[in-house]
């Protein structure tokens, strides 16, 4: 069924959809964030600690913000609805469940400990927004008495504004070893975490390859696997990041394609 089926006014069909982009966006950008710390975690620990303050910082700045603007925008007009009020009393206590997940990713002292954090709030977060989409935001486009378009204008006021540069995230402090300079040039190259796409839902891959991207300091580097060559993706990354990033191929199909990003 389209959003056009559903909503009650042409306004609110393209809020729908707007809003359902927007979740998935936010959705791609963890999973990809989520994924990079993952095989951070096992290969390169300074690397997995940057990453994961910056999933923690993300989380921050994008998922709690959105989650409390939802409470107070959408909820109470969805909870007039006999519906849809028990779905928003469980929809409040899994924003305090993310909360929580984030505050243990945040206070992690392991990188395991880290990644099992991180991936219980990528379940948590999509399973989350899946009710979001699929039932609470279709039953207030179809109410009559409901504008969706409004509701969803009011939400974004309430949110830190798009125009407020991003803030760099935390760059871990290189430790000093005895009798050296402390600039790691003895150090053999941190080994690069990867990005395997194909596991992620065709959907979500671009948001999650961007997402990951911003966690990549400069001079760093991510490995991107995908099955075809990801020529569209690429646009889009030079895009977003003009000059930014430098693109390697190491793998150049049939079925799979591994490509080096790295940030200049």
Same mark, same amino acid.
């Given at each position: 069924? +389209?959003?056009?089926?559903v909503? +009650?006014? /042409?306004?609110? &069909?393209l809020?729908?959809?707007? =809003?359902? =982009?927007?979740?998935?966006?936010?959705?791609?950008?963890?999973?990809?964030?989520?994924? $990079?710390?993952?095989? !951070?975690?096992?290969?390169?620990?300074?690397?997995?600690? %940057?990453?994961?303050?910056?999933?923690?910082?993300?989380?921050?700045r994008?998922?709690?913000p959105?989650? =409390?603007a939802?409470?107070?925008v #959408?909820?109470?007009?969805?909870?007039?609805? /006999?519906?849809? %009020?028990?779905?928003?009393?469980?929809?409040v206590?899994?924003?305090?469940?993310?909360?929580?997940?984030?505050?243990?990713?945040?206070?992690?002292?392991?990188p395991?400990? !880290?990644?099992?954090?991180?991936?219980?709030?990528?379940?948590?977060?999509?399973?989350?927004?899946?009710?979001?989409?699929?039932?609470?935001?279709?039953? $207030?486009?179809?109410?009559?008495?409901? +504008?969706?378009? !409004?509701? *969803?204008?009011?939400?974004?006021?309430?949110?830190?504004?798009?125009?407020?540069?991003?803030?760099?995230?935390?760059?871990?402090?290189?430790?000093?070893?005895?009798?050296?300079?402390?600039?790691?040039g003895?150090?053999?190259? !941190? &080994?690069?975490?990867?990005?395997?796409? %194909?596991?992620?839902?065709?959907? *979500?891959?671009?948001?999650?390859?961007?997402?990951?991207?911003?966690?990549?300091?400069?001079?760093?580097?991510?490995? #991107?696997?995908?099955?075809?060559?990801?020529?569209? *993706?690429?646009?889009?990354?030079?895009?977003?990041?003009?000059?930014?990033? =430098?693109?390697?191929? *190491?793998?150049?199909?049939?079925e799979?394609?591994?490509?080096?990003?790295?940030?200049?």
């Open positions: 069924m +389209s959003a056009l089926t909503a +009650s006014a /042409p306004e609110d &069909a809020a729908l959809e707007a =809003a359902e =982009a927007h979740q998935a966006r936010t959705a791609g950008e963890l999973a990809g964030r989520v994924a $990079l710390l993952t095989t !951070a975690a096992g290969t390169d620990p300074s690397a997995a600690e %940057r990453v994961r303050a910056g999933l923690a910082a993300f989380c921050d994008e998922v709690l959105y989650a =409390a939802k409470e107070a #959408l909820y109470p007009a969805a909870r007039t609805m /006999p519906d849809a %009020r028990l779905l928003i009393v469980s929809l206590a899994e924003h305090r469940c993310l909360a929580a997940l984030v505050d243990a990713l945040r206070e992690a002292e392991a395991a400990d !880290a990644v099992a954090d991180a991936r219980a709030l990528q379940v948590l977060f999509e399973e989350h927004i899946a009710k979001e989409n699929g039932l609470v935001l279709p039953l $207030l486009a179809m109410a009559p008495g409901v +504008s969706l378009a !409004a509701l *969803l204008t009011r939400l974004h006021d309430r949110l830190p504004s798009v125009e407020t540069p991003r803030q760099p995230e935390p760059e871990p402090e290189t430790p000093k070893k005895a009798g050296g300079c402390g600039c790691g003895a150090r053999k190259e !941190a &080994a690069i975490p990867e990005l395997d796409v %194909r596991a992620v839902p065709h959907p *979500l891959r671009h948001a999650s390859v961007l997402g990951a991207l911003d966690a990549v300091p400069a001079g760093g580097a991510m490995v #991107l696997v995908a099955p075809h060559d990801p020529l569209p *993706l690429l646009a889009q990354i030079e895009d977003r990041h003009p000059g930014v990033f =430098a693109v390697e191929y *190491l793998e150049r199909g049939p799979t394609w591994r490509l080096r990003l790295g940030h200049r």
